[in-house]
């Protein structure tokens, strides 16, 4: 498995809080089949300052730290970026990271209140070449009042991760039923740990694979942690790698042509594509 969004890095934010918490981190990443892990702090003005070049000589130690522990776990880089003004001119500058300098890039938006304008700023990515990946959407507050936004936004090319230990529970009662319900609905891209600690909340993407399997089975419970992971190291663009499974499609797989099993997501679209959709869309026709 490969681990998109982990805060495994010490002392550089909410995360890991020294080397040994690290350390720990990473046995944890292995001991349950994780091969890749990319090391994504916050990167947030004004409260985690942290930068391009400071988060890869961070990796560049824990990197060298793990090898001497003989622990087989290879690190890339990456970031939690916040959402902040001259987003694509801090990725081109290397300021901002992307997911092991590929076009995917993960973006975290504020927990609370939806940012007006914010299917404009994604637009404005797509159009700048990269690939957005909203991160743990099923956690946001304001995603019960914008759920339909979120579905626009996966239907204009916006890729949806979610927390493995949202789907047991850990984060509420309402997270889990969103996390499911994106699940059922084909919209979701990634699953990763968002660990930040070895015991609070430690690495535990094999439970979140297992428990994703029982909802869309096993080969699309592997595209969310190996698949699609794999495709973003590789940076393929995202037409040729699998698109998300709904549950209904999943269960009609075995029965049904390959246009068929295609048929409930082309419907997501009925009623015409509308705003910032629209023109994603037309994008990539």
């Known amino acids: 498995m490969i681990d998109l969004h982990c ?14 918490v690290s350390v720990a981190m990473a046995r944890a990443e292995v001991n ?25 000589q961070a990796i560049a130690q824990l990197q060298g730290v793990l090898q001497q522990e003989g622990i087989p776990l290879r690190l890339v880089t990456g970031a939690d970026v916040h959402v902040t003004p001259d987003f694509v001119g801090g990725l081109r500058s290397g300021r901002l990271l992307s997911i092991a300098d590929s076009r995917y890039v993960l973006v975290e938006p504020p927990h609370h209140t939806a940012p007006p304008q914010l299917e404009d700023f994604f637009f404005n990515l797509v159009v700048a070449g990269y690939v957005p990946i909203l991160t743990h959407p099923e956690r946001l507050s304001w995603v019960p009042s914008h ?8 239907q204009g090319g916006v890729w949806m991760q979610l927390t493995a230990a949202s789907f047991a529970g850990a984060f509420g ?35 979140g694979r297992e428990m994703v399997a029982k909802r869309v089975g096993a080969e699309e419970a592997q595209c969310l942690v190996l698949t699609r992971p794999m495709g973003i190291l590789k940076d ?18 075995s029965t049904l042509s390959t246009d068929d099993a295609l048929a409930p997501q082309r419907g997501d679209a009925r009623g015409g594509l509308r705003g910032v959709s629209g023109r994603l869309r037309r994008l990539f026709r």
């Not at 349950?32 to 890869?56: D, F, W």
């Not at 759920?147 to 996966?154: A, G, Q, S």
């Not at 059922?184 to 909340?201: K, M, Q, W, Y």
């Open 147 to 154: 759920y339909e936004m979120i579905k626009r936004l996966v």
């Open 236 to 253: 393929q663009a995202p037409s040729s790698l699998p698109g998300p499974l709904a549950v209904a499609d999943a269960s009609s797989m």
């Open 7 to 20: 805060h495994i890095l010490p002392g550089i934010d909410d995360g890991a809080a020294d080397m040994a």
């Open 173 to 207: 009662r309402n997270a889990l039923y969103w996390a499911e319900r994106m699940l059922d609905d084909g919209c979701v891209h990634v699953l990763a740990s968002d660990a930040h600690d070895a015991e609070r909340r430690p690495p535990d993407l094999a439970a």
């Open 32 to 56: 349950q089949g994780v091969s890749v892990v990319a090391c994504t702090p916050h990167i947030l003005p004004g409260l985690y300052h942290n930068s391009g070049p400071a988060i890869r």
